[in-house]
C-alpha cells in the first residue's frame, strides 16, 4: 500500500443502496476531475447488505438517480467476511452434528462450547490469502461458494 493516500474519511450509516452512493460520491467527485478510474474498476470490499446494494445500484444504472460512473466500481467480499461468514454458515448449518460430536467425546455433562470449535474455513483468510497463495485462495473461495449454495 505504498503511495495510498486517504482522501476522505466520513462516518455514515450504511443502511440502504442510496446511503451507498452518497458514501461513493467523494470518489466520484474526484474522479470528474482525475478520470482515475477511466479504463479501471475499483474493487469494494463490503459484507451483506453492502453487497445487495451496490449489485442493485450497478443493476439499475440506467435509472437517472444512479450515477452512471457506478459501473466502475465492482463490490467483492473480502477474504475476512469469506472466512467469518463461512463459519459461521457451516456451524449453523451442522450445530446438531459438532454438539453430538462434543458430547459423545466429552460425556453429557459438559457444556457445548461451540466457540472453541474453529472450521477449516478459517484456512481460507489466515494461510491461503496471508501467504499469497492466490490460485488455492481462488479454489477454495470457489469450492465454499459451491458448498453454500447447498
Do not use: C
Request: proline fraction near 5%; charged fraction near 15%; hydrophobic fraction near 45%.
Amino acid at each position: 500500500m505504498n503511495g495510498l493516500q486517504l482522501i476522505s474519511f466520513k462516518e455514515q450509516h450504511l443502511h440502504s443502496m442510496q446511503d451507498y452512493l452518497k458514501a461513493l460520491e467523494p470518489i466520484l467527485i474526484i474522479n470528474n476531475k482525475t478520470n482515475h478510474l477511466q479504463n479501471h474498476i475499483a474493487p469494494i470490499v463490503a459484507d451483506w447488505p453492502g453487497q445487495l446494494f451496490l449489485r442493485k445500484a450497478l443493476a439499475l444504472r440506467s435509472q437517472p438517480n444512479i450515477p452512471q460512473e457506478i459501473e466502475f466500481f465492482l463490490p467483492i467480499l473480502g477474504p475476512l467476511h469469506l472466512s467469518l461468514n463461512s463459519r459461521k454458515h457451516i456451524i449453523l448449518i451442522y450445530h446438531n452434528f459438532f454438539e453430538q460430536m462434543f458430547h459423545s467425546v466429552f460425556g453429557n455433562n459438559k457444556k457445548l462450547a461451540i466457540d472453541n470449535l474453529i472450521p477449516a474455513t478459517l484456512d481460507v483468510y489466515a494461510i491461503l490469502f496471508r501467504s499469497g497463495s492466490f490460485e488455492k485462495y481462488i479454489e477454495t473461495v470457489f469450492r465454499i461458494w459451491t458448498f453454500a449454495l447447498r
